[in-house]
């Protein structure tokens, strides 16, 4: 099975996959990722300066020869404008994707009806943007194509108590880029990974000694969490009707051992791909794509709970924007949804990437630090504070409250909640644009 991946090897297989072309062809961790533009002024300036200061490269290319040279340049997307390409041009774009070309291609155009958009997808189109343009919405699918090399790799939990299967199905993937965790005790190995993990993806075997496939399916399917990440079971089976009867458990799709390489991929990248995006759906935010308050509040209970267990260090934030009415009243809703977007965008930048930061209503925001203290926490909110001082944002300059509290043992939720929204009140009757925190009890660390 070790000769299936190495010759002809991984890559020539992704090149076989339509969809697994959508992706970048040669990664270089520490290089910035290009985004190619066909054609001079396709992509607006105001589109132009999000995507540079989001840390992305953007080349114009003038030619199909322009583009090919750059393809290869650690480059995740090209950028169409449908309205621009004559029929050459774009004749030659849809050879290019017939011919597997490495690049997914986020489409422009004035029309949006079935022709516009059937085209688009010919051209290996990921995403189709109707004029004027969104700028968030384009970044936002440039993100969807970039985190899984610079933010969040996709995870695959494989289940079977085969240890030589798991590690080619482990193998294959990691070949391609996946990153992969291996259960071959599901009895005693199962419950705890998934208490303290979320997998974008489960391959899952249907016949093990002591429990089947189709019981485990039914197990991961009563946590709330796991609702949406999808399932694919493995298995010598090739009975029809067995196949149907394990997919009422709440699987997506069904594999049959020995399993193909390429029909491994095919299976995996298409649906975590999806599945991410009906898991943003529900757990994100629209405006800010932050999580939701019901996600928050998910993710928050999680973190208090393993805080109870293990005794980690845990501290939580209630941020209320000030005078936020007031902004709306003077300037317009759409300049309150900018100033919202902006902190947003300032708390993801300022906290870490296990931090959870979520909008809880309005102008509220609600951030959990695991492992950090008071002190740290605290530090860590000024700083914020200090940066809106030094950058104002435009004549809507804004400042923002908040109630601190370190979770203690013995804490569940509610008091936590009850004693960050006393901190924050404290901090708006103070004279608003201030942290105030709850200390309990003082420690040596602090």
Do not use: W
């Amino acid at each position: 099975m070790t000769d299936e991946i190495d010759n002809p090897g991984i890559k020539r297989l992704l090149a076989e996959i339509p969809l697994l072309n959508r992706r970048i062809q040669h990664y270089q961790p520490g290089i910035p990722i290009t985004i190619l533009a066909f054609g001079t002024g396709t992509v607006p300036p105001s589109l132009a300066e999000k995507i540079r200061g989001a840390g992305y490269r953007l080349k114009e290319v003038e030619s199909i020869s322009h583009l090919l040279h750059h393809e290869g340049n650690n480059t995740c997307a090209l950028i169409v404008n449908l309205d621009a390409l004559n029929n050459k041009q774009q004749q030659r774009v849809l050879q290019l994707a017939q011919q597997n070309l490495h690049l997914p291609v986020l489409a422009i155009s004035t029309a949006s009806g079935l022709e516009e958009r059937i085209i688009a997808i010919r051209m290996g189109a990921q995403a189709f943007i109707t004029t004027p343009v969104n700028d968030d919405q384009v970044l936002e699918e440039i993100h969807a194509l970039t985190e899984r090399y610079e933010r969040d790799p996709y995870q695959v939990l494989i289940v079977d108590d085969q240890p030589s299967v798991a590690e080619f199905l482990a193998s294959t993937l990691q070949e391609a880029g996946f990153v992969t965790h291996v259960i071959t005790r599901p009895m005693t190995e199962l419950m705890p990974y998934l208490q303290n993990h979320l997998p974008d993806l489960i391959l899952l075997d249907l016949y093990m000694p002591g429990i089947s496939g189709q019981e485990l399916a039914g197990v991961i399917r009563q946590q709330d969490s796991l609702i949406s990440v999808p399932i694919v079971f493995l298995s010598n089976e090739i009975s029809p009707k067995i196949q149907v009867q394990a997919m009422c458990t709440g699987a997506d799709v069904f594999l049959t051992k020995p399993v193909q390489p390429l029909d491994l991929l095919f299976a995996v990248e298409s649906r975590i791909r999806r599945g991410r995006m009906v898991r943003n759906l529900v757990t994100r935010d629209s405006l800010t794509a932050l999580l939701n308050r019901r996600e928050s509040m998910r993710r928050l209970q999680e973190e208090v709970l393993r805080c109870q267990r293990y005794g980690n260090k845990l501290c939580v934030a209630l941020l209320d924007l000030d005078r936020f009415k007031q902004i709306n009243d003077t300037h317009g809703h759409a300049v309150g949804d900018r100033v919202i977007k902006h902190f947003a965008l300032l708390l993801k930048n300022s906290l870490r990437d296990g931090d959870i930061v979520g909008r809880i209503g309005g102008e509220e925001f609600m951030a959990v630090l695991p492992e950090t203290t008071l002190a740290v926490a605290r530090q860590t909110f000024v700083r914020m504070a200090d940066t809106l001082k030094e950058n104002p944002f435009g004549h809507s300059a804004y400042t923002f409250s908040g109630g601190l509290v370190r979770c203690l043992p013995g804490m569940m939720v509610e008091s936590l909640l009850e004693q960050a929204d006393a901190a924050l009140y404290s901090a708006k009757e103070a004279g608003r644009d201030q942290i105030v925190c709850v200390e309990p009890s003082a420690s040596p660390e602090e």
